[in-house]
DNA sequence: ACTGTTACTCACCGATTGGTGACAGACCGG
DNA sequence: CCGGTCTGTCACCAATCGGTGAGTAACAGT
């Protein structure tokens, strides 16, 4: 693939072939992410290589070394992004004004996230890479998510006072790991410990299934 | 990794290397699928070659193509064991006598699960395979995996009636989905959304909020 | 003891991987 | 205009991958 630009002056000039590439590099590095990203998303960690990059980005591997300094700067580069995720894929007043108590809240942010990871390929990627392997790479991401993840919480919590005598890390961390798990194996295989999760019904059944859940603990 | 016999015979001779290998197919099986074994738990599924097994067993991967097809064979009577991982590896009379409510029951079986899958990092790996890949392998061996669960669910819920108005099955996928991903989380990372999980201590926190969790929606 | 089968090893294939050094051309300051 | 820097390309490296065909050594039946 080329930058876009290169792509306008060579539909512009009719070739027929991609002669030379315009000198941008700040359009070629987010190329080089771009192609990542992508590749990452559709194909999973398991083929993903400079190589594969490089061939998708359209460009040679040696600016991949030159840029991000090979492949761990680069998915450093993507981890950076990710910190706002959240931001990104949650609308920011989902809650905080019809939310009265911490079960109200928990059971909102439990169907937005879960919402959020469904349509997200790439996120249930590095998801999937976090439980997968433990490299430095990884490490990085999963810190980076995972600290968006609390803070995100904490914002949304905003004044509402969790309810006392109840382990409330512990618990949304079941919480999430709960909904990460169910729709990395819907996504793998369509179905999660025997659940069919395929149509919009399978999803609605386990939507309130999670209520339920999240209203056991949290009244 | 020679045969065992083979072992034996260098030891008891006073041989220091590695002469021949004694011919002995169904031991030669056995070593490779448990080399294959010991491979997917150390190393995971991303360096599971057909070069990496036969190294391990020490033997040439020639053997594995002939005594069982190629990789894909090798993996599937790797999963043809799974069928009674359950079995061996939870104790069979665990529940069913001071077992009252379908609540008891499903705090027992989860904690039951928590437990035995810290304690196999084989099955670790195969879980972390399945929401990682989706070919046909890990099809086979997930499919094995669940059908295995279902029936153990079934077997040790007996004549206990399940709860009615609550969909079961649902529930029941989210409250194993949260344990999978905890314990791969933590195997990977040793923290699950924040919560760290490392120590004894760490542990018992996360058994009682999942126990919290599952009495929740379980009464 | 000869013969055929079984168990096993070895050498090689093309493809792909991560990684590096050398080179060509566009751009910019002098 | 010239020289240096920046951007991008290419050729090549050793290592490893999955896969195959040919050959060797031990056994069993006769």
């Known amino acids: 693939m080329l930058n876009e630009t290169a792509m306008a002056v060579l539909e512009q000039a009719g070739a027929t072939e991609p002669e030379k590439r315009i000198r941008d590099r700040s359009a070629t590095e987010r ?3 771009k192609a990542a990203k992508n590749l990452l998303a559709e194909e999973g960690f ?10 998708r980005a359209g460009c040679d591997k040696q600016l991949i070394y030159r840029y991000y300094g090979g492949l761990n700067g680069l998915v450093e580069a993507i981890g950076a992004d990710l910190g706002n995720w959240v931001k990104d894929r949650i609308p920011e007043d989902a809650g905080g004004m019809f939310l ?7 059971e909102r942010l439990s169907l937005l996230f879960l ?5 997200d390929p790439l996120m249930r990627r590095i ?6 392997e433990n490299t430095e790479q990884v490490k990085r991401l999963s810190e ?3 600290k968006a993840l609390g803070q995100w919480l904490d ?5 509402l006072a969790p309810p006392k005598g109840v382990d409330v890390a512990a618990v949304n961390a079941l919480i999430f790991a709960s909904i990460q798990h169910l729709v990395l194996a819907a996504a793998a295989g369509g179905q999660c410990a025997g659940l069919a999760l395929k149509n919009g ?3 609605e059944k386990a939507a309130t299934a999670l209520k339920r859940l999240v209203r056991g603990v949290y009244g």
Chains 1, 2 share one sequence.
């Open 115 to 119: 919402e959020a990871l469904r349509e």
């Open 127 to 132: 998801v999937a890479w976090e439980v997968s």
């Open 155 to 159: 914002r949304m919590r905003g004044s």
């Open 100 to 106: 009265l108590t911490y079960g109200d809240l928990m």
């Open 201 to 203: 019904k399978d999803w």
């Open 46 to 55: 398991q083929n993903f290589g400079i190589n594969a990059v490089a061939r």
């Open 31 to 33: 190329a080089i992410v």
């Open 144 to 146: 980076a998510r995972s």
